[in-house]
């Protein structure tokens, strides 16, 4: 992993550590719970990188389900992707990509183990997987809390 890569997976992770830290109990973010891992979301050049290395790491029969799904869900988002679906590049229109996240909210991501409720490419998952959950800002992006999260506190 190249060394700027690095630091930006780095910081995900440090600021969702600071986060848990400080929140304690009123973040429910670990192994089984999944919600966030049921919608589409952007994720950068590096990030795909990373899931194909550690797609070609897995096991045989996980890396044929993975590819299964993948093809499976690209098959529906190809009538309205807001990009090129073939290289999965977004199209810069803000507007149409949240209309497209918000009307495939629902659809698991291809690596989620459904029974473990848990990613099957964990080390190799996109800086959003990592900073998703509890309220996290990475430079000027701020990631939202999850619903889930946070309960009873304003």
Do not use: K, M
């Not at 992993?1 to 429910?28: C, D, M, T, Y």
């Not at 073939?86 to 291809?110: K, M, Q, V, Y």
């Not at 992006?141 to 309960?151: D, F, I, T, V």
């Amino acid at each position: 992993i190249p060394e700027n890569e690095l630091r930006v997976l780095n910081l995900a992770e440090q600021a969702f550590q600071e986060a848990q830290r400080r929140a304690g109990s009123l973040v429910r973010c670990g192994p089984g719970c999944s919600e966030c891992c049921h919608r589409p979301f952007a994720i950068t050049a590096a990030d795909a990188r990373r899931l194909r290395q550690g797609l070609a790491a897995a096991d045989p029969e996980t890396r044929t389900e993975i590819e299964a799904r993948a093809a499976s869900v690209a098959r529906r988002f190809d009538e309205d992707f807001p990009g090129d679906c073939d290289t999965g590049s977004l199209d810069a229109n803000d507007e149409w990509r949240e209309w497209f996240f918000r009307r495939h909210e629902g659809i698991p991501c291809p690596v989620l183990d459904f029974e473990q409720g848990v990613c099957r490419l964990y080390e190799h998952r996109p800086v959003a997987c990592r900073a998703a959950g509890p309220l996290v800002q990475l430079g000027h992006a701020a990631y939202p809390a999850c619903h889930l999260n946070y309960r009873g506190v304003s």
